[in-house]
């Protein structure tokens, strides 16, 4: 998808004009009984989207919702560009001219950030299906607020989610962990972000013990890759960090889940990999100010003959002894490795991104990420708001000292699962363990993957944490 600024002074064919109660629309050559048709649509069919076929031009008049504000209403944009995109593909256009009417410049963007996000597709192995594929592929905007530079970010912002999502949206039969490690390398060279990928015989030099467990039943070895872009005017002295969860396929290990519903669907599990590589590749080339480091511990989770077994008692990192309980809270096992990684770069703030409990879905399905941690509430304060300006909204859970209780071991330092309550949370207090900076730690199994399709969220993976980061960092770095 390209977004780019319209020349044209009269544009042709397809256009989208975004208007409220304050435009006016007598300057866009519509005769007087257009004028009446759209009234009436308006007003008594209360339609916010209005369809004109002019036989030269196909107008969309789309009415903002004035009852909404802030961030309801940049979302609502969003998804009216969406469902514009959507009427685009089914016409069989290739291209729409969109015209703001309002004097709010942002409700451009946002239109076409919907657009764009919306039509992203998968059909890298449907090559033959030429029907199903997309025709819309270019957003000319005019609008005389909206600069130059506000359209590459928004250009790059929907590259780096497309990257994700088609990353999460692999399978594992394509993407192993060393394949990962791969497409990352060639994200940071289109990017321009330094990687750097440690093998498994440097992940054993370093002791990490939860990812040598996880990845003992696989026949594939784990990677833990590095990524880095500083650039010269940093903000910031010490550096943030992410952490992203890199498990390529989750079978639950000798715990096996079942698979309708579940294992089905564990591509997906990679998906905190894929979003702190999405926000490298968009913080870097967008040329953001800021110092950011990106750890990805990465490997597979099966049940082969040498596979860790519950009652096991591993050593991470740190030195930390944990009892194995269950095999299917791996992730948790080689974020602990990560985060204790982590603790040598002396972070200003470290970010975990992970696909990692059941229990934070339950509590509050997939309209947003649990939240938790051990920052400053003035951190956690400005992530939530990135997430209401993206949409990608946080749900900060408590973290109470009562939760540290549900996971000490009768055997080990601590086990890997706390008891049936508060099963987000718990996991969130076994990643502490490994932490000795401020933190914050993100729970996307919720929204990561969609089984039904939702707005521009699209169906599969949603690349979520990929605009959340990237409007954390923006902010942090322009104050």
């Known amino acids: 998808?390209?977004?780019?600024?319209?020349?044209?002074?009269?544009?042709?064919?397809?256009?989208?004009?975004?208007?409220?109660?304050?435009?006016?629309?007598?300057?866009?050559?519509?005769?007087?009984?257009?004028?009446?048709?759209?009234?009436?649509?308006?007003?008594?069919?209360?339609?916010?989207?209005?369809?004109?076929?002019?036989?030269?031009?196909?107008?969309?008049?789309?009415?903002?919702?004035?009852?909404?504000?802030?961030?309801?209403?940049?979302?609502?944009?969003r998804r009216a560009g969406n469902d514009l995109a959507s009427v685009l593909n089914d016409k069989k256009h290739e291209q729409i001219t969109v015209i703001n009417l309002t004097s709010d410049g942002q409700a451009t963007l946002d239109f076409?950030?919907?657009?764009?996000?919306?039509?992203?597709?998968?059909?890298?192995?449907?090559?033959?299906?030429?029907?199903?594929?997309?025709?819309?592929?270019?957003?000319?905007?005019?609008?005389?607020?909206?600069?130059?530079?506000?359209?590459?970010?928004?250009?790059?912002?929907?590259?780096?989610?497309?990257?994700?999502?088609?990353?999460?949206?692999?399978?594992?039969?394509?993407?192993?962990?060393?394949?990962?490690?791969?497409?990352?390398?060639?994200?940071?060279?289109?990017?321009?972000?330094?990687?750097?990928?440690?093998?498994?015989?440097?992940?054993?030099?370093?002791?990490?013990?939860?990812?040598?467990?996880?990845?003992?039943g696989s026949i594939e070895p784990p990677t833990f890759s590095i990524m880095e872009y500083k650039p010269a005017k940093a903000k910031n002295k010490k550096p943030f960090v992410l952490v992203g969860k890199g498990v390529v396929y989750d079978t639950g290990g000798l715990s096996l889940k079942p698979t309708p519903n579940s294992m089905d669907m564990m591509k997906c599990d990679m998906a905190g990999a894929g979003a702190v590589t999405g926000a490298m590749y968009a913080i870097a080339k967008a040329k953001l100010p800021v110092h950011v480091i990106a750890l990805v511990p990465a490997t597979d989770n099966r049940p082969g003959g040498d596979a860790y077994v519950p009652g096991d008692v591993i050593t991470l990192h740190n030195g930390k002894t944990v009892e194995v309980l269950n095999t299917d809270a791996e992730g948790r096992l080689i974020l602990g490795d990560a985060l204790s990684y982590a603790q040598k770069y002396k972070p200003e703030l470290v970010i975990d991104l992970a696909t990692l409990t059941g229990a934070a879905v339950a509590a509050i399905g997939t309209f947003g990420t649990?939240?938790?941690?051990?920052?400053?509430?003035?951190?956690?304060?400005?992530?939530?708001?990135?997430?209401?300006?993206?949409?990608?909204?946080?749900?900060?859970?408590?973290?109470?000292?009562?939760?540290d209780e549900l996971i000490k071991s009768d055997v080990a330092e601590i086990k890997n699962i706390g008891g049936p309550y508060g099963g987000s949370i718990t996991a969130g207090k076994f990643l502490q363990h490994f932490t000795d900076y401020p933190w914050i730690h993100l729970d996307i199994a919720g929204p990561a993957f969609l089984t039904a399709r939702d707005s521009y969220r699209g169906k599969g993976g949603t690349a979520v944490g990929v605009r959340l980061l990237f409007d954390f960092f923006k902010q942090l770095s322009s104050n």
Request: charge should be positive.
């Open 1 to 77: 998808m390209q977004i780019k600024k319209s020349t044209s002074a009269q544009p042709a064919g397809t256009i989208a004009l975004l208007a409220d109660s304050k435009s006016s629309l007598a300057s866009s050559g519509f005769s007087k009984d257009e004028l009446t048709y759209i009234k009436t649509q308006k007003d008594k069919l209360e339609k916010r989207t209005i369809y004109l076929n002019q036989l030269k031009r196909e107008v969309f008049i789309y009415f903002r919702d004035e009852k909404k504000t802030g961030h309801k209403l940049r979302e609502s944009d």
């Open 112 to 216: 076409a950030e919907g657009m764009a996000l919306g039509s992203y597709q998968f059909l890298k192995y449907k090559p033959k299906n030429t029907k199903e594929k997309n025709t819309f592929k270019s957003i000319l905007l005019s609008d005389s607020s909206v600069s130059n530079a506000q359209i590459n970010e928004l250009n790059v912002i929907v590259e780096a989610n497309y990257l994700v999502r088609d990353l999460v949206n692999e399978p594992v039969s394509h993407l192993t962990a060393t394949q990962l490690s791969n497409e990352i390398k060639a994200a940071g060279k289109t990017a321009g972000f330094k990687v750097e990928v440690l093998n498994k015989v440097r992940i054993h030099a370093l002791k990490m013990g939860g990812i040598i467990a996880v990845n003992k």
């Open 370 to 403: 649990v939240a938790m941690g051990t920052n400053s509430e003035t951190m956690m304060d400005k992530l939530k708001k990135s997430g209401e300006n993206v949409y990608e909204r946080l749900a900060e859970m408590p973290f109470w000292d009562e939760y």
